[in-house]
Nanobody
Framework: VQLQASGGGLVQAGGSLRLSCAPS????????TGWFRQAPGKEREFVAV????????YYADSVKGRFTISRDNAKNTVYLQMNSLTPDDTAVYYC????????????????????WGQGTLVTVSS
């Protein structure tokens, strides 16, 4: 599965952006989808994840209350709504998917995902 992340850009602190993630070709498979980000000189870090049905979502503490992950399976698209952005949110944002889900796990590790998108740059100016 090839994923395409889009929606990044330059925004002022306090602003909002909505990122989108969709496969480049329509797939009938069911995937759970996460967002990660990587700032310059830092390791890739977990941001949020949503199950295929959308019934469960989990967030990093750093974005909880500001970011919302959601999905529209009719459009085969996962979204990351980002509000109250700060310069610390500046990073390349990646979406990733995996096929299985164990309710005892939160899938916050990049190695737990099977497919990745190319990333979209979010820059938050102060």
């Amino acid at each position: 599965v090839q994923l395409q992340a889009s929606g990044g850009g330059l925004v002022q602190a306090g602003g909002s952006l909505r990122l989108s993630c969709a496969p480049s070709t329509r797939t009938s498979s069911y995937y759970h989808t996460g967002w990660f980000r990587q700032a310059p000189g830092k390791e890739r870090e977990f941001v949020a994840v949503v199950t295929w049905t959308g019934s469960s979502t989990y967030y990093a503490d750093s974005v909880k209350g500001r970011f919302t992950i959601s999905r529209d399976n009719a459009k085969n698209t996962v979204y990351l709504q980002m509000n109250s952005l700060t310069p610390d949110d500046t990073a390349v944002y990646y979406c990733a998917t995996r096929r299985s889900w164990d309710s005892s796990s939160r899938y916050k590790q990049a190695a737990e995902y099977e497919y990745w998108g190319q990333g979209t740059l979010v820059t938050v100016s102060s």
